[in-house]
Antibody
Framework: QVQLVESGGGVVQPGGSLRLSCAAS????????MHWVRQAPGKGLEWVAF????????YYADSVKGRFTISRDNSKNTLYLQMNSLRAEDTAVYYC????????WGQGTLVTVSS | QPVLTQPPSSSASPGESARLTCTLP?????????IYWYQQKPGSPPRYLLY?????????GSGVPSRFSGSKDASANTGILLISGLQSEDEADYYC?????????FGGGTKLTVL
């Protein structure tokens, strides 16, 4: 069965960096595009970034463009999100999700940006 | 990015039907987009329910009961999620999503209460 397991969240100071990982199993990871989506405490869903199956194209929400980088290692079945210049408003649970229609989601990892 | 408008809350009784709406801005024609729907219960990640483009182009998520269905109201430029035979377990937040070009947009979500 499809499994997506995020890791790497934690508490970081404003201006700091963090790298999230999403380990995938139960499907052919290298055949599917992948997303990062976040949800601030008590708020709705916000799409963050998408990467094509082969890493050839990447797309970002305006709110993170220039600060976040999505990448993948198909040999390790792992998706990444490098987050730099973090701000308080980046505080959220970060989910990875499979394919353009978000048909499977991980459990999420909490990122807290606070001094 | 476009803003998808969902009523913050809705309620219905067990056994009844709930009709949740997702209104697109006037400069985007609902007829040209797949409308995707997700369910999220407290403390859990979102779950993919279905997508709807037309009666001949629609799809159900894995394991999603047929009492969840989608439709559109072109006159109101709105996507609709219909949940028939409401059960207490259907109490959750529901999000719509569209994919306009190289970005993905979620609605603000509707909290459905099963009275």
């Amino acid at each position: 069965q499809v499994q997506l397991v995020e890791s790497g969240g934690g508490v970081v100071q404003p201006g700091g960096s963090l790298r999230l990982s999403c380990a995938a199993s139960g499907f052919t990871f290298s055949s599917y595009g992948m997303h990062w989506v976040r949800q601030a405490p008590g708020k709705g869903l916000e799409w963050v970034a998408f990467i094509r199956y082969d890493g050839s194209n990447k797309y970002y929400a305006d709110s993170v463009k220039g600060r976040f980088t999505i990448s993948r290692d198909n040999s390790k079945n792992t998706l990444y999100l490098q987050m730099n210049s973090l701000r308080a408003e980046d505080t959220a649970v970060y989910y990875c999700a499979k394919t353009t229609k978000f048909d499977y989601w991980g459990q999420g990892t909490l990122v807290t940006v606070s001094s | 990015q476009p803003v998808l408008t969902q009523p913050p809350s809705s309620s219905a009784s067990p056994g009844e039907s709930a009709r949740l709406t997702c209104t697109l801005p006037s400069d985007i024609n609902v007829g040209t987009y797949n409308i995707y729907w997700y369910q999220q219960k407290p403390g859990s990640p979102p779950r993919y329910l279905l997508y709807y483009y037309s009666d001949s182009d629609k799809g159900q998520g894995s394991g999603v009961p047929s009492r969840f269905s989608g439709s559109k109201d072109a006159s109101a430029n709105t996507g609709i999620l219909l949940i028939s035979g409401l059960q207490s377990e259907d109490e959750a937040d529901y999000y719509c999503m569209i994919w306009p070009s190289n970005a993905w947009v979620f609605g603000g979500g509707t909290k459905l209460t099963v009275l």
